[in-house]
């Protein structure tokens, strides 16, 4: 996935508060979403088709209503692309530690 | 409203590979292990076949059976935790993998369900796939996961 999408996405405030409050609560419909917003509904539905196009929201028709889902999987992609290195490098580090304390050649 | 008293999830990832080799990472015990923390799934994952999840000892986590099976396009899981008995208590939920040409890629959505408000097992499940479906992509898009099985520090 576009990770410059996936930033992008999240270096506006509104969309951020938009994911805070589908992880508050997940599956919500446009109309849930604007309660309580001090942002226009036309301003809420643009900054979904951003937060989708991104991969941050996922969208299901249930009935005849949409429901809004926040994915959280690419934000973890990103995580572990840094993250997941350190981890490895921890790994490899204590590997070693091992090695030298119990030594070769004993 | 039936919106409130369903507690669902919807994950999608995007990944480099086909239909088909997706279809044989998400169905392949040996595969699955490499990128679900040694953890894999026993069925023949045809329509009406038992379905379980085991834990890297042999003990079951999560057992259930295949409601539908679309090969290399859908499948969907009744689903019930089978080691807490909290989450056993919910009772079945439905997980269902779709498969989509997207170009060059495959889009993956995972859906899971439960007919419960604020559902333990929904919570559990949905801390757990992210890290699962970012491991099957590094792995089918590379070949390697970034986070194998937890640090095999003890064993080594």
């Known amino acids: ?45 643009k900054h979904l088709a951003v937060l989708e196009s991104a991969n941050l929201v996922a969208a299901r028709r249930r009935g005849r209503e949409k429901l809004h889902f926040i994915n959280p999987v690419p934000i973890n992609g990103i995580a572990e692309r840094w993250i997941g290195k350190f981890e490895e490098r921890r790994l490899a580090a204590l590997s070693a530690l091992k090695q030298a304390l119990e030594g070769e050649d004993r | 409203m039936t919106t409130k ?26 595969f699955q292990k490499q990128y679900w923390f040694g953890m894999h799934q026993e069925s023949d994952w045809r ?5 379980k999840m085991v ?8 057992a259930g059976e295949i409601l539908e099976a679309e090969p290399p396009r859908r499948v969907a899981i009744r ?16 997980c269902v993998y779709e498969i989509e ?3 060059d890629a495959v889009q993956l959505t995972v859906t899971h369900s439960i007919e419960a408000p604020q559902s333990q097992l929904i919570r559990a499940v949905s801390g757990g796939w992210p890290r699962i479906l970012s491991n099957l992509k590094t792995l089918l898009e590379t070949g390697k996961v970034l986070m194998p099985e937890r640090p095999p520090v003890a064993a080594a």
């Open chain 1, 1 to 45: 996935m576009d990770d410059d999408a996936v930033f992008k996405a999240l270096a506006d405030p509104s969309r951020r508060e938009l994911l805070d409050r589908l992880h508050a609560r997940n599956g919500q419909t446009l109309s849930e979403l604007c309660q309580g917003l001090e942002m226009s509904r036309q301003a809420v539905t």
């Open chain 2, 5 to 30: 008293s369903l507690d669902q999830f919807v994950y999608v990832t995007f990944i480099r590979t086909t239909p088909e080799r997706l279809w044989q990472a998400l169905t392949d015990p040996e």
């Open chain 2, 101 to 103: 040409p997207m170009g």
């Open chain 2, 47 to 51: 329509a009406g076949s038992p379905w």
């Open chain 2, 79 to 94: 689903w019930r935790n089978e080691f807490r008995p909290e989450m056993k208590a919910e009772g079945f939920s439905t």
């Open chain 2, 55 to 62: 834990f890297t000892d042999g003990k079951t986590a999560d």
